[in-house]
């Protein structure tokens, strides 16, 4: 898979406090906010459905849970490692959305980092960032 | 002596009482200290680094904090340590009961010594189900939600335009997702970004 470049944030999964303690083990049951995870917006016709990136012109393939992406915050440079645990972001719903840094810019949200890998490659304090993701 | 500052020796330090400032740490600012530092954890699976839960004891600049996973853990405060509740503020701001996100490195007896500390923090996707002053009403996975607009401090990014204080384009059935502080007394959050859906 070819590198695709756009938006990145973070969500809460697994056990939690607040509001994210209704959030559950995600759509592969096995989601940890503590953990090195991603949901991703293709995992099954189910979960296509309902974040339907195609709707803003992306053509995500269909990754299942535990397939690993790596993604790179175009804002640093830092990237981090972390595999399927859930179906998201709603693509669609922020269609054309575009967040940049300086010329570094992403357009389109194509992933969700958990907590942990989130704040592995920037601040949790800022709820969005232009991302590159691949597979190796 | 190396140019390049170890960062785990200087957090290290700190915890133990050396004489570190957040000035002479310079790096530590969240988005230039994430970017020296290669991430080792196995993708999938736990970060040692990093701790979720919330707090049961301070004492003096350590925190005692029950994961929610029921697991106990050590935080360390240091003089180079960010601490984030709605906005950048001191340690004097966290209390017991308060829930957080933690990012640092391991000292030898087990405490991290925290790089970042981010209390009460969350990230909702939400549907405005009402709009009222100073505050919007949040379906959040089919629970309801009060969210405060914190005059001076909340904003809007509408569509990915820049963020400006003016949330008055926020429309019932639009979705958002709004980065805040959790209220653990009232279950409501304060606004700090609400990025709204075109």
Known sequence: MAAIRGEVSWFCCGTAWGPCGTAGGGACGTCRSGNYQHAWPNTSDACYAITHPDTCGLSMSRRTCGFRHYTTNLCNGSRVGTTIADCGPQTDLFCGERTCCGSACGSNRIIDLTPAAFSAIGSLSVGLRPCSVDTV | ????????????TAALGGVVGATGLGSLAPEA?????????????PDPNFVEGR??????????????????????????TSIWKLHPTTFDQVAIGDGLY????????????????????????AHIAAVGRNLLHLDHKGQRIVAHVVPGRSAA???????????????????????????????????????AAA
């Open chain 2, 33 to 45: 200290a994430f970017a020296a530092e290669p991430a080792a954890v196995e993708p999938g699976a």
């Open chain 2, 157 to 195: 990014v509408y569509n990915g335009t820049p963020a400006i204080s003016d949330l008055s384009l926020l429309r019932v059935g639009r979705h958002v997702q709004v980065l805040g502080a959790w209220h653990p007394d009232t279950n409501e959050i304060d606004i700090a970004t609400v990025y």
């Open chain 2, 102 to 125: 933690a990012r640092g490195v391991r000292l030898p007896d087990g405490t991290l010594a925290a790089d970042s500390v981010w209390v009460n923090i969350v990230n909702l996707h």
């Open chain 2, 55 to 80: 707090i049961s004891k301070i004492s003096g600049h350590l925190l005692l904090v029950t994961g929610s996973d029921t697991v106990l853990h050590s935080i360390r405060i240091t003089d180079g």
């Open chain 2, 1 to 12: 002596m190396p140019q390049t500052l170890d960062r785990r020796r200087l957090l290290a």
